[in-house]
């Protein structure tokens, strides 16, 4: 069975979260990822190679982060389709291992915005502080490379 770990900043993810949204946010998050961890059906689901998959219990889909896989990153978002919709789940997939790894928690960009503050909100961007930092940790955590 695969295992699924934190990555050294999604706590201070949280922290955003809980400030700028509420700590129900926070929980619903926490929530979601626990009730993900413990279904065998769903952690195995995310280790089949698609660009995209959807599931239910817990209610999610993800997607490959096409640009990042791209450049051999095997690298993921997880949206919780029912609790936090607004929130996505980047997570990298280690084959080698069978090991998952939240890199971070992040609020995605309102569709209504064209400007939006970038240091609240994602959406996916190659220079986005947050693309930056979860590629320099999949680097560090030594997660192979895909290609």
């Not at 998050?29 to 660009?51: C, P, V």
């Not at 993921?76 to 084959?95: E, F, G, N």
């Not at 090991?99 to 240091?119: G, I, M, N, Q, S």
Request: proline letters at 4%.
């Amino acid at each position: 069975m695969p295992d699924l770990y934190d990555g050294d900043h999604v706590l201070a993810d949280l922290a955003l979260i809980r400030r700028e949204w509420g700590a129900d946010d926070e929980r619903k998050i926490n929530a979601f990822l626990d009730e993900l961890s413990d279904s065998d059906d769903a952690m195995w689901a995310l280790t089949q190679r698609k660009q995209q998959r959807n599931f239910d219990r817990p209610f999610f889909n993800s997607c490959a982060i096409e640009w990042m896989l791209d450049q051999g990153f095997n690298m993921y978002r997880i949206r919780s389709t029912a609790v936090v919709p607004s929130y996505r789940m980047l997570y990298a997939y280690d084959h080698t291992v069978d090991e998952f790894h939240v890199l971070a928690v992040v609020r995605k960009k309102p569709h209504t915005a064209p400007d939006y503050d970038r240091r609240i909100h994602y959406d996916y961007e190659p220079d986005h502080h947050i693309s930056i930092r979860v590629l320099a940790e999949y680097d560090s955590l030594r997660i192979a490379r895909v290609g």
